[in-house]
């Protein structure tokens, strides 16, 4: 069984501080996603990563797929209240003839003024 | 520009009522998703499909049922609603070929549903 696990779940920080968001498993995935998930809302994919040591970067976040394509990482520089929301790593994997996602239970980032 | 539109967005239902969730998207998309989100639990797929006529069964389909008989439209059914299915139910799309990714998933709204 596929398993996805995202540390912390938890995070309070004030503005201008930087942070790590972990994902991380056992399995071998051929992708992983990030999506951010704001209240009330949906998650929107922030990015997608599919190269063992790809580096990824969107403004202040840069995104990291380990090498043997398990684990990635989520780095904010100097964040803000707008980076508030729920973060969330998907890995994608082949079942039969069907793509699978598996999705971690998330990170929790409050980013206070 | 709709993308993936849901709804209702809220409900209450009794316990034994039944109800579709309705979720249609306008982007072509050939895979089609119903999640669960509870809190601290994460996404539960729930059913997917990967084409009209086309549907299969998630981590968590019991008390559920779908159909997809356009490629635009994949309606939720629950049957005999029970309180262990209070939940945030997402339906999402994605354009998904041959490739490692599964595309980008675009999600709806989401649609909030009590049954009491």
């Known amino acids: 069984t596929q398993l996805l696990e995202q540390s912390p779940q938890f995070l309070s920080i004030q503005e201008g501080e930087n942070l790590t968001v972990y994902c991380n498993s056992s399995?071998?995935?051929?992708?992983l996603q990030w999506y951010r998930q704001e209240p009330g809302e949906g998650p929107v994919l922030l990015v997608t990563v599919v190269t063992g040591g790809e580096v990824k970067k969107l403004k202040r976040l840069t995104f990291q797929f380990g090498d043997a394509r398990k684990d990635s990482s989520l780095h904010i520089t100097a964040a803000q209240p707008g980076d508030t929301g729920l973060y969330l790593c998907?890995?994608?994997?082949?079942?039969?003839?069907?793509?699978?996602?598996?999705w971690g239970l998330g990170t929790s980032l409050a980013v206070n003024p | 520009n709709a993308g993936v539109t849901q709804t209702p967005k809220f409900r209450i239902l009794k316990i034994g009522q039944s109800m579709t969730l309705q979720c249609t998207q306008d982007?072509?998309?050939?895979?089609m998703y119903w999640y669960r989100q509870d809190p601290g639990m994460g996404l539960k797929l729930i059913y997917y499909s990967v084409g009209a006529g086309i549907t299969d069964k998630g981590e968590v389909p019991n008390g559920y049922n779908v159909s997809r008989s356009t490629t635009e439209d994949f309606p939720l059914r629950l049957e005999l609603a029970a309180p262990s299915q209070t939940s945030v139910y997402f339906c999402a799309s994605s354009y998904s070929t041959s490739g490692r990714t599964p595309g980008e998933l675009f999600f709806g709204e989401g649609s909030r549903l009590t049954v009491l």
């Open positions: 998907a890995g994608a994997f082949n079942a039969g003839n069907n793509r699978k996602l598996i």
């Open positions: 399995s071998v995935f051929s992708s």
């Open positions: 982007m072509n998309h050939n895979y």
